[in-house]
């Protein structure tokens, strides 16, 4: 069983679609659970967003791996249901960059990840109104992810998290910050749940606080 | 943060001769300190000197090359870049374009 | 044990012991390290930084005798900007926040800039900038540029006429992706070709392309295209090509600048891209992690920067801005962190300019 963990786990990392393809029809072979050949896949995934930011791997490779990724869940998603196990399924999670701010590249990068780590991803995008944060949550998001490359525009996160309290919907969703001028203290400072300094440390944080 | 920097590290622009190093990097690829040596060269001093405020600002006006404080009658933009062209042996763009329209 | 006064990478003020100082100069050059395959510091280097960290005045400097060139990007607008780019939010005109540089800050170098600081939107404005320049350079004596951000991202949806490549690839049309990754380099460096010179012939003494690379290696590619053709227009002008980040990111993964792939390049392989299309500075960047320490963050900017210096043939201006250079990411950087990172770089990694 360790072998195909780890066959599956370099094959996403080769990131070629039939190599996935193929590690994951072993493994089913070999009678591996489909819920644990997810969750190697995962770590796999992991590891490819870290190369990603080291400049190891680029944006087509991550998501080449993610295409092998997602044809493998075709098959693997109706074995879980009908195993039951569902718990490698992933909360729905809006993401956007914050109104008047219309850096889009580093969201869409963390989009990408948290797609590829099975999160059911709503990205609207950026200059993005508080309004339709809240509606997405309303439409059933558990998480919210908020970027801001501006000092100007940071401030916008602290507002979706005040009307979301003021809305008694705090409590229902995970809010996560990050951008450039946004730290590990301002997140705190406005009472997000999770700042992530990079894409790969956000769908790290999201994985581990969503489980 | 620009006044850190300088007074951490800078030349000082016109205080000094930052301006005539930065012109020699930019137009010959001179490194820093081969930059400041050809500087050095050309005004009779060493690479100390030229970032010297107390040496410089005397010896900026006397060479009609552009002083940090203002003097009635010390040349300023074109003319002070002529002269900085000279002694440094090298083009400013402004200069050339300033002779081209006013050739007659 | 004694403690010394430090900062973290948000500008916070901790204090650390010299063990734990010197833990971070040597985790933050491994990082480095390890990540653009460049030699450690030696120890006489971490010894140096070691010092200047832990030296107990407020600020320090350079020896007399080692000053560099001191050139500033973003022209007016850490005046008229907002703290969006940690502008002051006075509404001084250009010409006068060209001559305070020139005469009250101490710049050896200075630039026009827009308020938008991109090359796209220069387009239709360029009359105008082109006047301002012209006025300006009758009155400055330093090198006086023009400046912007090349920008990539303003070509890609919405704002520009090509699907925006991080869209695309989530929808896994990854092909799609990279032919507008494509398109937009070629756009980029049409635009540098027609902006750039027009400046030049207004009189300026050069271009600064500011926070190149930014959109990815596509913005990185379109760059260096357009700087060969501007060099080739003007082949004295001063070009000065500054980068967003200490590695090119992958977005398009296989655009080549002259045969050669640029994603995840490193400042000591980005400069031989820049000196090979014809720039005479080079601006290497370093991102600062602002939940790692300032010893940290210094140690991996410099070993990035120290071997892109003595890999170039060009000299080299390490940005040291807001986060960027070892510098905390904070709107008000802390003079004490600023300096130190300044030293640092100046007196260890040998740069020829900040």
Request: aromatic share 6%; with cysteine.
């Amino acid at each position: 069983m360790a072998d195909n963990k780890k066959a599956l786990h370099d094959a996403v990392i080769a990131y070629k679609v039939d190599g996935i393809k193929e590690a994951v029809d072993n493994a089913r072979k070999a009678g591996m659970p489909a819920g644990e050949i997810i969750d190697a896949m995962g770590d796999g995934m992991t590891e490819v967003g870290i190369l990603f930011e080291r400049g190891k791997l680029f944006l087509p490779h991550v998501l080449s791996a993610a295409q092998g990724m997602k044809s493998a869940m075709e098959v693997l998603g109706p074995e879980l249901k009908d195993s039951g196990d569902a718990s490698t399924k992933r909360a729905s999670v809006v993401m956007g960059t914050v109104e008047g701010d219309v850096h889009d590249i580093g969201k869409s990068i963390c989009s990408t990840m948290l797609q590829c780590a099975g999160f059911d991803v709503h990205d609207l995008g950026r200059d993005v109104a508080k309004s339709a944060f809240i509606n997405e949550i309303k439409g059933g998001c558990t998480m919210c992810g908020m970027s801001a490359l501006m000092t100007t525009t940071m401030t916008v996160q602290r507002d979706v998290i005040e009307i979301l309290k003021a809305e008694g919907m705090r409590d229902k969703v995970i809010v996560m910050v990050g951008g450039a001028p946004v730290t590990q203290a301002y997140a705190d400072k406005i009472g997000a749940d999770l700042y992530g300094e990079t894409a790969s440390e956000t769908t790290s944080k999201a994985k581990a606080i969503s489980k | 943060m620009a006044v850190s920097h300088f007074m951490a590290s800078g030349m000082g622009g016109i205080r000094s001769a930052g301006d005539l190093v930065a012109r020699m990097q930019f137009s010959k690829n001179m490194k820093n300190d081969k930059a400041k040596e050809y500087v050095a060269k050309k005004l009779g001093l060493s690479t100390i000197e030229i970032a010297d405020e107390h040496i410089m600002r005397e010896l900026r006006e006397e060479l009609k090359i552009g002083v940090v404080t203002g003097v009635p009658g010390a040349p300023r933009g074109i003319a002070a870049k002529m002269n900085i062209e000279r002694l440094i042996d090298t083009k400013i763009n402004s200069c050339e374009i300033f002779r081209g329209l006013t050739k007659r | 044990m004694t403690q010394f006064y430090t900062r973290m990478g948000d500008g916070k003020r901790v204090t650390l012991t010299k063990e734990q100082i010197l833990n971070d100069i040597q985790a933050g050059m491994a990082d480095a390290a390890d990540m653009a395959g460049v030699p450690d510091l030696t120890a006489n280097d971490i010894e140096m930084l070691f010092e200047i960290i832990s030296n107990k005045n407020r600020i320090v400097g350079v020896e007399p005798g080692n000053e560099v060139i001191v050139s500033y990007d973003i022209g007016q607008l850490d005046f008229t900007g907002d703290n969006g780019n940690s502008g002051n939010g006075v509404d001084v005109g250009r010409m006068e926040a060209a001559l305070l540089h020139e005469r009250a800050l101490g710049a050896d170098t200075f630039e026009l800039a827009h308020a938008d600081y991109s090359i796209k939107p220069v387009k239709p404005v360029i009359a105008c900038e082109m006047q301002a320049m012209e006025e300006i350079q009758n009155e400055i004596v330093i090198p006086y540029f023009y400046g912007a951000m090349p920008n990539a991202g303003l070509y890609y949806a919405p704002d520009g006429p090509y699907g925006n490549p991080a869209d695309l690839m989530r929808e896994f049309r990854i092909e799609e992706a990279m032919k507008a990754a494509e398109l937009t380099a070629e756009h980029l460096a049409k635009d540098i070709e027609y902006v750039a010179p027009k400046l030049v012939a207004a009189g300026a003494d050069g271009f600064n392309f500011d926070t190149t690379a930014s959109a990815g290696d596509a913005d990185f590619v379109g760059t260096l295209y357009g700087v060969e053709a501007l060099r080739k227009a003007c082949p004295e002008t001063y070009i000065m090509l500054g980068m967003a980040g200490e590695s090119v990111m992958g977005i398009h993964g296989s655009i080549e600048y002259r045969g050669e792939a640029v994603a995840g390049k490193y400042p000591h392989q980005q400069v031989k891209m820049a000196e090979k299309a014809g720039a005479n500075v080079f601006g290497p960047v370093v991102n600062t992690n602002t939940s790692k320490s300032l010893a940290w963050n210094m140690a991996r900017s410099v070993t990035f920067v120290k071997e892109c210096v003595k890999a170039a043939s060009i000299p080299c201006h390490v940005n040291m801005g807001m986060g960027v250079g070892g510098i905390p990411m904070w709107e008000t950087a802390p003079i004490d962190a600023v300096t130190r990172c300044n030293k640092a770089m100046v007196e260890v990694a040998k740069v020829d300019g900040v």
